[in-house]
């Protein structure tokens, strides 16, 4: 079955040209042209992928992602945001507020389909069964599930795979630049602080169990699990 994708885009050259790629490369494409429209949309039927613009008319595109990630029924759903502003600080504050990738205006749509497959490969990878138990933490890949002291962990897709890597490699320390090549992957082209940023997200969603504090920090080498 084709992907469902949802693209949020109030300019309608850019809905139009996306739309075209998107179609031309296999998937299924749905369009809103502002928050509300999308809203209903996903209510409708939530979309594998959302590809979201910064700027919207009404409520903006970043406080959709945060929407988005706060209701149960769409936190897993992947957002590549879509902008004109690509200053660090703004970037930063798309992967603070869930966005999984980040594509800056303008962009080609070769380079947007690619981005797409990554990040739908990366949320739902193929072949995997696996289930990881460190102390009182147990992963089930499978099942997308983490389970700290028997109670459910809720993860974003993007912290879910960080957190599945490092339990997979406990007691070795990886670099912000290792960890984007593991779980971001080699051809994604962010800034190291994001592995910061969702370290912290992770950190915070292990905190009520008290697990967080086996995401160590090593300092001036980066980051280490351990039991």
Known sequence: ??????????????????????????????????????????????????????????????????????????REVPIIMLTARGEEEDKVRGFEVGADDYVTKPFSPRELIARIRAVLRRASPEGEDERIEVGPLVLDTAGHRVLAHGEEVHLGPTEFRLLRFLMGHPERVYSRSQLLDRVWGGNVYIEERTVDVHVRRLRKALEPSGCDGMLQTVRGSGYRFSG
């Open 1 to 74: 079955m084709a992907k469902d994708i949802l693209i949020v885009e109030d300019e309608a050259a850019i809905r139009e040209m996306v739309g075209f790629a998107i179609s031309k490369a296999g998937f299924d494409l749905r369009q809103a042209a502002d928050a509300r429209d999308a809203e209903l949309m996903i209510a409708n039927r939530v979309p594998d992928l959302v590809l979201l613009d910064w700027m919207l008319p009404g409520v903006s595109g970043i406080e959709l992602a945060r929407r988005l990630k706060r209701e149960e029924t769409t």
